[in-house]
């Protein structure tokens, strides 16, 4: 098998060629060291490389595979920045608690990931580190905030990588470059070592090619950790309903879901009902997007001004001005605004008792658009059928739609508190039944030979 061939395969079907002799871990991970220096100058996903990382358990579940890490996330020996110039000197000790579980199940952590500034962004526009670029368009935006991480795994660089997913961090970007991602039910997998964006909704959640890599990575990330205050212990049901209801809105044009997405979606549809689920349609009228919209942005923008509030008083100019002019948008709300902002959650959670009396999970397009110019400009709804898991405390998975468009967009299966295991159960499922493979983009191989 040629080095191309092997970083096309998932996760799982690298680990099992480890296990049958055919490569080493450290041929793998040579493999994918070459290609990121070949590659990275063109998608820039990662801003920090560590050509002769090590594993200390080689011999756990991973098999001394390859992660890569979002930059506000801890990993020991590298440097924290979240994407912020004046965290450019942060580096760290200790790993955060996902990092660790993934090191001690034989995870290999070979560098750090572009994001958006401050993970409050859309684009992965980056001042600091430079912007990242989406693997099937290099003209185009990979997703924010989590972009890096999506690129890097969309472009065959590592198999597995981590990001944050808070409105959608991790599935918007999943969606647009055509790959996996998974936010876990609030408090399964714990945050304690990274940098916040907005604590009540933040969750470490794995980018993979493969629902069943997620599967994985969940089984080793997931547990309660005393020292983060959001952790909860948590019993996961495993058993799925024998015929699965999902609720599927019949309102996507109000909601501002562009109509190809819409076209995808419908289609995909079929294979659900071929895979023994009911099909329930339902209406989102009664929720209050732009609202809830708002209500997240508030209270990231007050989190980060309390987290970032020294850097913030002492190098004012060491923020973009684009993330200055969010971060100074707090100024003009008062107390009584960001307790709205907290009622908004709450409404949420009660939205989602009230969806799923009628049905076992929501499927919901990802995002409402595919990947849009870098340059463009950001939908304002593009975080709005993300966002409501994370306002909920819920858990999601966000897999590729089957289509004959050029560029990719994803479909998220939303489960209820705790059904994690469910939802990515079904998720593999899917998978399976439409024999779903990943290719690294045939236009991101063709610029490689132009360049």
Request: aromatic share 8%.
């Amino acid at each position: 098998m040629q080095p191309v061939e092997l970083l096309h395969l998932d996760l799982t079907a690298q680990l099992a060629l480890i296990d049958d002799g055919k490569v080493t871990a450290d041929e793998l991970t040579a493999f994918q060291l070459d290609w990121i220096h070949h590659l990275n100058p063109l998608i820039n996903a990662f801003i920090s490389i560590a050509d002769n990382a090590r594993c200390d358990e080689p011999e756990g579940l991973l098999r001394g595979a390859a992660v890569a890490v979002k930059d506000n996330i801890n990993v020991a020996g590298f440097t924290t920045t979240a994407g912020l110039s004046v965290l450019k000197e942060n580096r760290v000790h200790t790993d955060a608690s996902a990092v660790a579980r993934l090191r001690q199940a034989g995870g290999r952590f070979i560098g750090k990931l572009n994001m958006s500034e401050g993970a409050l962004g859309a684009s992965n526009h980056n001042a600091h580190f430079g912007d990242c670029f989406n693997p099937f368009d290099l003209a185009l935006t990979p997703g924010g905030s989590s972009g890096g991480s999506a690129a890097a795994v969309a472009s065959g660089m590592v198999s597995l990588a981590l990001g944050t997913d808070t409105m959608g961090s991790v599935r918007i970007p999943a969606s647009y470059c055509g790959v996996f991602g998974f936010k876990a039910s609030r408090g399964a997998i714990s945050n304690a070592g990274t940098v916040p964006c907005g604590r009540v909704m933040d969750t470490v959640g794995p980018i993979a090619r493969s629902a069943r890599d997620l599967s994985l990575a969940f089984s080793v990330m997931q547990g309660y950790d005393p020292n983060c205050p959001r952790s909860v212990p948590m019993a996961f049901d495993p058993v799925m309903p024998s015929s699965p209801v999902l609720l599927v809105p019949d309102d996507l044009p109000n909601l501002g879901v562009e109509d190809d997405i819409i076209k995808d979606f419908e289609a995909n549809l079929e294979a659900f009902v071929d895979m023994g689920c009911q099909l329930r349609r339902f209406s989102f009228a009664h929720y209050d997007f732009g609202a809830a919209r708002r209500a997240g942005l508030i209270l990231c923008e007050a989190d980060m001004r309390h987290f970032h509030a020294a850097a913030w008083d002492a190098y004012p100019d060491d923020f973009s001005d684009y993330l200055r002019n969010l971060l100074s948008y707090i100024d003009r709300k008062t107390p009584m605004d960001v307790m709205r902002a907290e009622v908004t959650l709450d409404n949420a959670v009660l939205t989602a008792r009230t969806l799923f009396s009628q049905g076992d999970f929501l499927l919901l397009p990802t995002a409402p658009q595919r990947a849009f110019p870098m340059a463009g400009e950001i939908p304002v709804n593009q975080a709005d059928l993300t966002g409501f898991a994370n306002q909920a405390g819920l858990c999601a998975v966000s897999v590729p739609m089957l289509s004959d468009n050029p560029l990719p967009a994803g479909m998220q299966i939303v489960g209820q508190f705790a059904a994690d295991k469910q939802v990515l159960a079904l998720a593999e499922m899917w998978e399976q039944h439409v024999q779903f493979t990943f290719t690294i983009p045939q236009t991101l191989l063709s610029a490689m030979d132009n360049n």
